[in-house]
């Protein structure tokens, strides 16, 4: 858990919101729809959005949490059309800081 906080942390240093879910001994981070990150404590892994030459996704992995934001933050930009670093639109924030654990989820659901 300590690694998929800190790649997390990295993230939102990065403009990226990643939302943790523990699976017994690993850790899913998921970054958006397609994008979703894995973690068994020692290495960080995931699919890249764009195929291989043979049209295939590649498998990819990091050691470190701020060298696996580092490209994560490249991918997310790939998928969600956004530049990295990009502050995400105010209602998404607003959304997404409801969504927290005591928080309540605002009428509407999600936008979009």
Request: hydrophobic share 45%; aromatic share 8%; with cysteine.
């Amino acid at each position: 858990m300590a690694t998929a906080q800190a790649l997390c942390t990295a993230l939102a240093e990065r403009a990226v919101e990643g939302y943790l879910v523990p699976l017994g001994d690993r850790v899913a981070i998921s970054l958006w729809h397609g994008l979703v990150a894995w973690t068994d404590g020692r290495m960080i892994w995931w699919q890249t959005p764009h195929p291989s030459s043979r049209g295939r996704r590649l498998t990819t992995y990091a050691y470190a949490p701020a060298a696996a934001a580092d490209r994560l933050a490249i991918h997310y930009a790939t998928v969600t059309g956004r530049s990295a670093g990009t502050s995400l639109p105010a209602d998404t924030q607003l959304w997404r800081a409801a969504a927290l654990p005591g928080s309540h989820t605002p009428a509407g659901g999600p936008p979009g």
